[in-house]
Antibody, heavy 121, light 110 residues
């Protein structure tokens, strides 16, 4: 059973960088069959897939077009976790952010507890 | 990509069947067999109920079933129960290693 534990600040100032971390238990971030995603949810934008990282003999990342210029998702093999960085945030980035495991063939099957991130000065 | 289209609300009485629709385009729902459905209770993370159009993860009751025709996917709950009251979201692979969600449907059990 995979468990995902999120951590990171709940308040970020406009123009600054949002940073969240997701610790994995029950699987490996380096798994050749897994993928590690970030998804956010807000009243205005609903559920929005942001991006993912995965390992298939080398590391890959994919990002949503809407955030591609501002987002970085990195694996940390030494701590079995992965992270999200979103630069130049605005109040529109206020949302609950989820780390999620999942692949094309099995859907988004395990979700972290969610972190409400508010962008405000 | 544009979000998939879902009705805002659906309602049904205990024991009845309800069906949720999820309409996309040939670039997402109609172009692959990777539609999934999620149940979300207030204050909780979404829970996977259906993946790959019609497959159920272990532990999901067989009252939940999925299907697809053209650009529209559907989730059906048969034998409606009070605990099924929740928001339901569809999601589809949208090509180029990206995914798109629907806006969600609120299920009310009368």
């Amino acid at each position: 059973q995979v468990q995902l534990q999120q951590s990171g600040p709940g308040l970020v100032k406009p123009s600054q960088t949002l940073s969240l971390t997701c610790a994995i238990s029950g699987d490996s971030v380096s798994s050749n069959s897994g993928a590690w995603n970030w998804i956010r949810q807000s009243p205005s934008r609903g559920l929005e897939w942001l991006g993912r990282t995965y390992y298939r003999s080398q590391w890959y990342t994919d990002y949503a077009v809407s955030v591609k210029s501002r987002i970085t998702i990195n694996p940390d093999t030494s701590k079995n976790q992965f992270s999200l960085q979103l630069n130049s945030v605005t109040p529109e980035d206020t949302a609950v952010y989820y780390c999620v495991s999942g692949t094309l063939g099995r859907g988004f099957d395990y979700w972290g507890q969610g972190t409400l991130v508010t962008v405000s000065s | 990509q544009s979000a998939l289209t879902q009705p805002r609300s659906v309602s049904g009485s205990p024991g009845q069947s309800v069906t949720f629709s999820c309409t996309g385009t040939s670039s997402d729902v109609g172009g692959n067999n990777y539609v999934s459905w999620y149940q979300q209770h207030p204050g909780k993370a979404p829970k996977l109920m259906i993946y790959a159009v019609s497959k159920r993860p272990s532990g999901v009751p067989d009252r939940f079933s999925g299907s697809k025709s053209g650009n529209t996917a559907s989730l059906t709950i048969s034998g409606l129960q009070a605990e099924d009251e929740a928001d339901y979201y569809c999601c589809s692979y949208a090509g180029s290693n990206t995914w798109v969600f629907g806006g969600g449907t609120k299920l009310t059990v009368l």
